[in-house]
């Protein structure tokens, strides 16, 4: 019902930002709660953050609370991951999920993924 695209990745220093999007397309795009995955190389895919259909509600993951944001437009069909302070090892490619309620940290609970955006991040 819904297709995930996301960008924004890239190469940066230690300390630096970057700022994730994933668009979304579908008429039922507001209905869905959000978030953010990551993985790194040989590692399972962790969960990052998430965000309620009306943006109101968050939660984030202790090793992002406090580094990284997660907001959403529903005008532009766009949720965005600010990700302040980066670490090496936040190093691993990002995933946009979605699903039909808010309320679960977890990968098998998501049911639409977009193909990733690789973030690298240099000592």
């Known amino acids: 019902q819904v297709k995930l695209t996301e960008s924004g990745g890239g190469l940066v220093e230690a300390g630096a930002s970057l700022r994730l999007s994933c668009v979304a397309s579908?008429?039922?795009?507001?209905?869905?709660?959000m978030a953010w995955f990551r993985q790194a190389p040989g590692k399972d895919r962790e969960f990052v953050a998430r965000?309620?259909?009306?943006?109101?509600?968050?939660d984030y993951s202790d090793s992002v609370k406090g580094r990284f944001t997660i907001s959403r437009d529903k005008a532009k069909d766009t949720v965005f991951l600010q990700m302040n302070s980066l670490k090496p090892e936040d190093t691993a490619a990002y995933f946009c999920?979605?699903?039909?309620?808010?309320?679960?940290?977890?990968?098998?609970?998501?049911?639409?993924w977009g193909q990733g955006t690789q973030v690298t991040v240099s000592s």
């Open positions: 965000i309620s259909s009306g943006g109101v509600l968050t």
């Open positions: 579908g008429q039922t795009f507001g209905t869905y709660a």
């Open positions: 999920a979605a699903r039909r309620s808010y309320g679960t940290r977890l990968e098998s609970d998501y049911g639409y």
